[in-house]
């Protein structure tokens, strides 16, 4: 157990440059606590002691802003940065050195029952705000990009962008403008197909005009 709590400890400086020291890691972040109770929380889970996994889980989730469910499976090496707003559901099944920031939320997509919620395999990225949404896979050192909505599976070493989600680099080879990924302008599906709308609705109006004006002559 000991052994797990310094590779967790560990983690945290190989990840964060902001960690100084370890006592203030272990006194100062919510990601580290959320990590350790949830190994507690899960241990009851197995056991089926579900109440007293929940009342655990949800103390945590008071104190770091962090809502694990007890059921979820998590690997070693996890690392959750700052944290605030995570949200990891019940099937969840997390890999080895997975990283999450804030807001991310593992969650399902409706009422439905057994696997409901998304796996993450190793080395797994997951940027700010990030959403990932039903019983999908994220392949093997794959990262999903901030503020991202991901509904269907993701292949290993590949990045996921927008609205929904979109493999934009796989094995290192950039798919879109076959260029260098630019960070500041991610593709936006949505956006994309709401000015293709747009633009049909001028038409349609413009059309509609000239109808009403050869109609009044």
Known sequence: MFKRMREDVATIFENDPAARSVLEVVLTYSGLHATWSHRIAHWFFKRKFYFIARCISQVSRFFTGIEVHPGAVIGRRFF???????????????????????????????????KRHPTLENNVLVATGAKVLGSITVGENSKVGAGSVVLKDVPQNATVVGIPGKVVIKDGICLENKGKLDHQNFPDPMGDRCDYLEKSLQLVQQEITRLQKESSK
């Open 80 to 114: 959750i940065d700052h944290g605030m707003g995570v949200v990891i559901g019940e099937t969840c099944e997390i890999g080895d050195d997975v990283t999450l920031y804030q807001g991310v939320t593992l969650g399902g997509t409706g009422k439905e029952k057994g």
